[in-house]
């Protein structure tokens, strides 16, 4: 079977990416205060590598274009998506701050249709069918198209998602790029408490006959070099590490911020904490 995976070419650059995150943190937290309520924490907890897969492994086909796809499958992560593909021109300003309202195309989870969405995501479990489903019908197609899908740990509560990851290893999908977004938490319930049978997770999709590597997901440099050190002849998986509302003290793995807007009070003690971690 030939290769399809090659390893990214460019540097990347930690600063820059520690730089847009901040960013995209100060935008979401923004759009924040027009609307009832977002997924902030859950979007905070992904930022990092997200920002990576989009700046630092998928090739442009041009400036606003993808050669490669990307599937939010967590799809309360929605948010980082939304800022990341308004940065790179993708999706309109304007449409951001529409966000969740009935003039504006942009929902609390992405819509399949919308600028840079590649399928609808939200009903948890979903999405790896889905990304298994497009790396297979690329290798088909005798496409070099890398497929990339986010998850979080409480999708991996649900059979499919395990059903799914079964016919990845036994398809030797090597165009098929997971990241997990382990932060711990799925809604509002620990999943080291309430789900211990599920760890450990690296191991499990090593048995499902994947290539797995766990680090530090808000360590960009790190995720960038896990992604690019892997050798590409099965399915991957990138188990990142990372805390719920990352970048604002009292959201940080707080059950409560899954689904809140922050008053404006609270909203300007996150700017604060933003300001601080980038200085």
Not at 171 to 192: A, I, K, P
Not at 203 to 208: G, S
Request: one cysteine or more.
């Amino acid at each position: 079977m030939a290769k399809t995976w090659q390893a990214p070419l460019a540097a990347f650059d930690a600063a820059a990416a520690r730089a847009r995150c901040l960013g995209y943190r100060r935008r979401i937290l923004d759009i924040s205060q027009r609307v009832g309520a977002l997924h902030a924490a859950p979007a905070f907890s992904c930022m990092e590598m997200a920002d990576v897969i989009y700046h630092g492994l998928m090739r442009r086909g041009n400036p606003t274009e993808f050669h490669d796809l990307f599937l939010m499958s967590k799809g309360h992560g929605c948010m980082t998506q939304y800022v990341i593909l308004e940065e790179l021109g993708i999706l309109a300003s304007a449409e951001l701050e529409r966000y969740c309202t009935a003039e504006g195309i942009l929902g609390a989870h992405p819509d399949r249709g919308n600028p840079g969405i590649e399928a609808s995501t939200g009903s948890l479990g979903h999405g790896l069918g889905i990304a298994v489903g497009m790396a297979y019908a690329e290798r088909l197609k005798r496409s070099d198209r890398q497929v990339y899908v986010m998850l979080s740990d409480g999708e991996l509560q649900e059979g499919s998602s395990w059903e799914a990851a079964m016919m990845a290893g036994n398809l030797r999908l090597d165009n098929l790029n997971l990241f997990l977004d382990l932060n711990d938490f799925s809604g509002l319930e620990r999943m080291s408490e309430t789900h211990t049978a599920f760890y450990p997770v690296r191991e499990k999709f090593e048995a499902f006959g994947w290539e797995a590597l766990a680090v530090n997901g808000h360590d960009a440099q790190a995720v960038h070099a896990a992604a690019a050190a892997r050798r590409g002849q099965r399915p991957f998986a990138l188990i990142g590490k990372t805390v719920k509302g990352r970048g604002v003290a009292f959201m940080e793995n707080v059950p409560i911020w899954h689904y809140r807007s922050p008053n404006k009070e609270e909203y300007a003690i996150a700017i604060r904490d933003l300001a601080e971690v980038s200085s």
